[in-house]
């Protein structure tokens, strides 16, 4: 079956340089969320989107934006990147079509490095 | 006031026996879902199980079933005759709400679990 693809996997930035993640979710899943897994942490709730529109907001710093396109693929630019952004980000996505929401797949992760 | 609350940072448990890892919420919300999530060394995060407020029934899945006591606000994960590969940190999350509104996941903060050939 299909899962949450992210890419890249790996990322090494340097500080204060741009990173640009995606994130394509399962076919027919409306619903996409992105996480920031810090080292040893959980995972924190960044942002989410249903149907191409923000749907809410977490911690997500302001030099972090994130947009889902047409195909609901979606995107999380991050900017002058520090050093404390190095962490694995996680792309999830869920359908609401198909009712109550049971299940949130995740991706495999991108691990941001920022040297 | 934390929202999931795991208190075993680090288990160790011999194959083949089973074990339990310990997940305690807090919401004011009538209908929520509660998830756990392996997380294995290369870091991906696998789906296991998932208990909505509102089912009767403990979910099971597999080697994996959910013992949910409501009222003391409990979700623990059993997992049944343990294997070398289920070492990986275990995370249980929860979702408030109904499901079409907010939907994020809030996450305790994990139990390494190691098993022991």
């Known amino acids: 079956a299909a899962g949450v693809i992210q890419s890249p996997r790996h990322l090494i930035k340097e500080k204060r340089e741009t990173a640009t993640l995606k994130c394509y979710p399962i076919?027919?899943?409306?619903?996409v969320y992105w996480y920031q897994q810090g080292p040893g942490q959980d995972p924190q709730f960044l942002i989410s989107?249903?149907?191409?529109?923000?749907?809410d907001k977490g911690s997500i710093p302001d030099r972090f934006s994130a947009q889902q396109f047409s195909d609901y693929h979606s995107e999380l630019n991050m900017s002058s990147l520090e050093l404390g952004d190095s962490a694995l980000y996680f792309c999830?996505?869920?359908?609401?079509?198909?009712?109550?929401?049971?299940?949130?797949?995740f991706g495999q992760g991108t691990r941001l490095t920022v040297v | 006031a934390q929202k999931i609350t795991q208190t075993q940072p680090g288990m160790f448990v011999q194959e083949k026996e089973a074990v339990t890892l310990d997940c305690t919420y807090d919401?004011?919300?009538?209908?929520?879902?509660l998830f756990w999530y392996k997380q294995p060394s290369s870091g991906e995060m696998i789906f296991l199980i998932y208990?909505?407020?509102?089912?009767?029934q403990n979910a099971t899945e597999g080697r994996y079933s959910l013992n949910f006591q409501k009222a003391r606000k409990s979700a623990n994960l059993v997992i049944s005759a343990s294997q070398l590969g289920d070492s990986a940190m275990y995370f249980c999350?929860?979702?408030?709400?109904?499901?079409?509104?907010?939907?994020?996941?809030?996450f305790g903060t994990g139990t390494r679990l190691t098993i022991i050939p």
């Open positions: 989107f249903y149907e191409k529109m923000q749907s």
């Open positions: 999350a929860m979702r408030e709400g109904s499901g079409f509104g907010n939907e994020k996941l809030t």
């Open positions: 208990q909505g407020s509102y089912d009767e």
């Open positions: 076919p027919r899943h409306d619903t």
């Open positions: 919401t004011s919300d009538q209908s929520y879902g």
């Open positions: 999830a996505s869920s359908s609401r079509r198909t009712g109550v929401n049971t299940e949130a797949f």
